[in-house]
Structure formats: C-alpha cells, structure tokens
C-alpha cells in the first residue's frame, strides 16, 4: 500500500516471513479490498471470504448469505481488522452507512459506493457474488467516485529535468480508462504543489531539488489514485544507493517477471521452485496468479522429505490455504508424524530440516512453548559453532551464510512468538559472524571459500537482518550488490555477469518485499 503523510491513513503489520494468510476452507475466494474516505485510504488488502455469512443490521435484526457477496468480504474485513459496520435494512436490500466512524452524510451527498473489478454493479453488496481474485473499490463519497489512476513518464529523472503526469479514470459508458482533464495532480514530499491536466489528461512540470517525489491525482467526485513516485538525482550522487522507491520497481519488475515464467499448468520451472514463488508474491501482499496458486494447492509433497513438507506448509499459506487441511491432508500433522523425534526434526546428521522446520510450524501457529518445539529450537542453538555462525551439517565446523541466516530468521521469530528459550545470546552471535564476512561489494558469499558474492545468500541474509540498509562495506550495503544482479527483464542473476532465473529471483523479491514492510 501507498502511503502519503498527513493524506493518506494507513497501517501495515509486518510478520516474520510473509503476509498474514487467513486459513481458508477449500470453498472460500480470495478478494482484494481497498477502502477509501475523504480522508484517504482507510484499508487496502486481501481478505478471505467464506461461501456464506451472517451479519447483522442497525436494528439487530441477522442476515443470512448462503454465497461468497461482497458483504461478506466487508464483514471479513471488520472482524479481522476490529471494525464495526453499520447496516441499513432496506425495501433494496442491505446497504452500508458507516464504518467505524466513517459514517455517510446525505446532506453532502456522500454514500458509501462500492466498485468490482472497477465496474459499479448493478446490485446491492449483499447481491454481488465475488470470484476468486477480484478487486472490491469501496469509496465514501459522491457519485460516481470512479477509478482514478497517473502515471508518469519517468521514474528517475536528473535534477532540474521534466516530468509528465498523465491522470486517467474509469469510464462507465465505455467500461475503459480514459484521458481526465482538470484533474488536480498533488508533487511533493511534504509539503505538495499542485498541477491541472490538460484535455489530453498530462500536465509537465519541472522539479528542482533532489529527493523522492509523491505524485497522487484526484478531482471533485472521483476517487484518489494510487500514489507513484519519481526520484531526482544529480550527476554526482552515489551510484550504490538503492532506496525505498527503487527497491519497490525492482520488486514490481522482479515479480512481473516470475508471473511470466509461469506454465499453463501454473508451474515455474518446477513446483519447489514455484512454492518459493508465491512465497515472494505473499510477502508483497499480492496474489500470486490462480493457476500458480492452484499448482501449489494441489501438490502433494513427499511425505519422506521433511524439508519438502516444510515448503509446502510455508507455500499453502502463502497462497491462503490451511496446511491443516488441504486436499483432506494434515501437512503440520505429517511433519509432526514422520520427522518430529528424538528432540529435533528429520535426519540427525542435517540441521537446515530442524530450522525451516521450525519456521513452518511456528508461522502455521504451533505453541512454541510446546516440548517438541522447545527441544527443536535447543537443537538448533546446541550446534551453533563458536564463531557464531550455523553449518547446514551437524559435523563439520565451519559454519555457511545461508544456514546462518536461515537459523537467525528462525530464532528471531521464536523470540517473537516469546519462546522461553534463551535466544538473545545466539541471535546476537549469529549477527555478529553475518557482519563479519559481509564482502567489499556489500554482498554475502556462501562461504568463506567461495570467491563471488552471489544474489541468493545477500537475499537470505537481507531477510534474517532488521535494517539491511544499515549494512554497509565500502559504502555499499546488501542493496546495491542486488541492484547489481538485476537484469532488464526483471529478474536476478544468482552472480553478476550470468543471466536471471527464477529461483534467485524469487529470493530476492521476498527480500525486496520484506523491506517495504
């Protein structure tokens, strides 16, 4: 979600590995909601919708709904954010007056309206039934309240130059967006000037200082666009800087890229690789594609494999599934059932199944004061060695980046969920030894034998550290040798100088994402 100062109300809560992922039954929609108030954005997310609900109206009288209607995704919505909707029983059905304290006023003229896939329906929100991926606009204000986009012709533009803003919005005649002409474009950082476009719907100004730049449109009786971003440099800036702006185009470039990799069958090179995926698109807050997300759901991992269980807990919530019951499985249970034994999880001679282990069962909700998950996490902490770091192996003692990171990522978060185990001492080590053999070009190799940097452990690295951006070697920091590894297509090469692919770039997208948080 966009968020501007003083415009735009907003709140993102940020969770160890990924966007939250409602438990769904296997007869459930996945919808995007955004709702917007004169004050700004009130809320923009994904919501699960069951096959049915029931609310109840300002007289407290209950309505029943045997089908997945936008009302349902609205209440979904309330109860999941503390919301209260206010319901008006009418000769035309149920129609919202309020929620919270964001309440219609006629005598203004403004009423809660509400838009799918960009269409106003021709039927109440308690008659509108929701297919899988559709997008709810809900807009407190005076008709119509179209959808209003800008865009602009350049994201990175050198001091003292140009840039065109072109406003469009949805036209209802036409079902289309079109050129809108005396629209108000708002340019600042803070404090904003405003521009008007034209009948072509563009207006051109210039921008003198450095900085990053909000753009946002509106005008009388529409809604308010998403915001976009221009960044201005001058010549001499550092090239190694890669901020909030140009991390979130390398992430909306990066996963564009993976959605066209994708096969008919919805796979991305191969289903592994495609549970990493929608674990990237999840973290971003997005959706991943259907018939990815359906890929997923309908695997069936090799129970013998404990890490491929744990994928795939981690990859069906990530696409809003239950791993407690999908397809008439108890994933959770199964890792529990075949891999859980003797105080840590899989083969005794490996420790990477203990910590993505770990990771699975805690975010699919397990105790993590339970014995099983207690002894895991001191298996864990047993085998980190004394420089710090953690080996994927329970025998050797030299210890590797990637598990480092991995182990740090998985100790973190039983702090989090208040782990009685004492951690701060491991996590502090583990941090310590991460620092310590940051490369010159702000990178992370796998170990210390390897030469190159390489994209994939700077992306797991960046996901196990707080403020990656803080990390920095000869002025470089995680970011820039990522930067480096972009390619014009979008993706990420795994060392600079090769060709992207798909696993690297998923890494590194749901680190990207990570730091939007």
């Known amino acids: 979600m966009n968020k501007l100062s003083s415009i735009f109300l907003s709140a993102l809560a940020a969770v160890p590995f990924f966007m939250p992922a409602p438990s769904m039954a ?39 709904f045997d089908s997945a209607v936008v009302l349902c995704a609205l209440d979904a919505y309330a109860e999941q954010e503390g919301k209260t909707l206010d319901l008006v029983n009418s000769s035309y059905g149920l129609y919202l007056s309020g929620i919270g304290k964001h309440d219609q006023d006629v005598g203004q003229g403004w009423y809660w309206l509400y838009r799918v896939n960009n269409v106003s329906p021709a039927v109440g929100l308690d008659a509108y039934e929701l297919a899988d991926g559709d997008e709810i606009f809900l807009k407190l204000g005076a008709w119509p309240s179209a959808p209003v986009t800008v865009s602009v012709d350049t994201v990175d533009l050198l001091k003292g130059g140009d840039v065109t803003a072109t406003v469009t919005a949805f036209d209802d005649a036409t079902e289309t967006f079109l050129p809108l002409d005396e629209a108000v474009v708002y340019v600042g950082k803070s404090d904003y000037k405003t521009y008007t476009t034209d009948k072509n719907g563009s207006v051109t100004f210039g ?119 999908q397809n008439g499985e108890n994933y959770v249970q199964q890792l529990y059932n075949n891999h859980v034994h003797d105080g840590q999880i899989g083969d005794e001679d490996y420790l990477n199944d203990d910590i993505w282990g770990l990771i699975a069962l805690l975010s699919a909700g397990q105790d993590v004061n339970s014995k099983e998950l207690k ?143």
């Open 26 to 64: 296997a007869d459930s929609v996945t919808a995007h909601l955004w709702i917007q108030t004169n004050e700004g954005d009130l809320y923009t997310g994904w919501v699960s919708v069951e096959d049915g609900c029931s609310v109840k109206d300002s007289d407290d009288v209950k309505h029943t």
């Open 207 to 325: 921008v003198k200082s450095t900085g990053d730049y909000n753009i946002f449109a509106t005008k009388t009786d529409y809604a308010t666009s998403e915001v976009t971003h221009v960044r201005v440099r001058t010549e001499n800036e550092i090239k190694e800087l890669v901020d909030r702006t140009e991390r979130k185009r390398l992430l909306t470039s990066a996963l564009n890229w993976l959605g066209g990799q994708m096969d008919e069958e919805g796979v991305v090179d191969s289903i592994g690789i495609t549970e990493w995926v929608v674990m990237a698109y999840a973290r971003a807050g997005e959706l991943a594609p259907k018939a990815m997300r359906q890929a997923v759901k309908s695997y069936d991992p090799d129970i013998s494999s404990a890490t491929d269980l744990e994928r795939h807990i981690l990859a069906l919530e990530a696409v809003y599934a239950n791993p407690h019951n």
């Open 375 to 517: 002894d895991i996490t001191r298996f864990i902490l047993d085998h980190q060695l004394e420089d710090g770091s953690f080996s994927y192996s329970t025998s050797l003692d030299e210890g590797d980046a990637d598990t480092t990171a991995a182990a740090l990522r998985a100790l973190k978060l039983a702090k989090k969920k208040e782990s009685v185990v004492n951690l701060s001492v491991g996590i502090s080590n583990a941090k310590m030894f991460l620092e310590s053999v940051q490369r010159m070009d702000g990178g992370f190799a796998y170990d210390a034998a390897t030469i190159d940097s390489n994209s994939a452990t700077t992306a797991w690295v960046t996901l196990a550290l707080s403020k990656p951006s803080s990390w920095k070697v000869n002025k470089r920091h995680p970011w820039t040798y990522l930067s480096w590894s972009a390619q014009g297509d979008g993706s990420f090469a795994w060392i600079v100088g090769l060709d992207g692919d798909s696993l690297t770039t998923a890494y590194v997208a749901e680190a990207l994402a990570k730091s939007l948080e």
